[in-house]
């Protein structure tokens, strides 16, 4: 059992951490080889370098596990957008001012944010038996916990998606119907893959961390590549959502959102409003159907055509 990653080489009953140089590019990385054989799994954090819960997260993870823990191999990626995460630049790669998590399968000629997803899927995938990819709002977003399945491949990856995504105790996985992002490229690529979302807005506790390791160690418990005397009891029956909506700003404004997330919305609610400057209402938005807040923009400032919303649907309106 050998793992290796750019100049990282791990091999079996090793633990070894380091970076992945992607043509200079510094992704921190530990590999975790057990002493059996398994699976192969990743785990990636910090693709949006402010979604500070999961990158924690993983760091916690990358300091606890032992060789011992693990059947198979288990790489850990702790920051994706490195040279973001200290430019404290939300949701692009600074050196070219791209979003990661647009660009997938990548371009091997291409912009850094375009060769990092290259790597990925020249060099990363093909290894894995599954990728689970893990986020959370960024410093102006709010999110509820739930979880993006894939929803276009082949069916027995969908299908295995979906069963480790049932595997966790959150209550909504929402079906994807895009081609982008580093899980949906994974899947189309013929790997099984989950993306998590948790917290935001530029904040990260402790209790919030300790959940979502709950979570991926759910999943790794689920793939029978993690030792755990833990007893994952499922407490609650997760809901599946086919239909999403995401509404970017029509114009710059002041945004006025009028739920949380995780509220509950009726079909023709106004969901929120933008002003401009002096308060005057310049725009407002409606559900178009009864649905849950997923997530959304809480800075009081929006340029136009950002996201502002994402609700998904609930019942048959």
Known sequence: ???????????????????WKIDEYPVPVTIICGREEGKVVCVSAGVHNCEYTSIQAAIDLSEELRPEDIRGSLIILHTVNYTGFFKRVAEVIPEDNKNLNRVFPGNKEGTISERIAFHFSKYLYPKLDFFLDIHG???????????????????????KSHETAAAMNLPYRVRSK????AYNSAAIQGV???????????????EAVENYKKNIKEVLSYLEILRTDDNFIKDETQIEINEAKYIDSDLDGYWYPSFNSGDKVKKNQIIGRIKNCFGKELYSYKAEFDGIVLYQTVSLAIPKGKPLIAYGKIGNN
Do not use: H, Q
């Not at 050998?2 to 009953?13: A, H, Q, S, T």
């Not at 709002?137 to 299908?159: C, N, Q, R, T, W």
């Not at 895009?178 to 992002?181: C, K, P, R, V």
């Open 192 to 206: 099984p893959s989950l993306l998590i979302e948790r917290g935001g807005m530029g904040i990260w506790k402790k």
């Open 1 to 19: 059992m050998e793992i290796v990653l750019g100049d990282i080489i791990c091999r079996e009953g090793e633990k070894k951490s380091g970076f």
């Open 137 to 159: 709002g960024d410093l102006f977003e709010d999110v509820m916990p739930f979880i993006y399945a894939p929803g276009i491949g082949e069916e027995d990856v969908l299908k």
């Open 178 to 181: 895009s081609a982008t992002g």
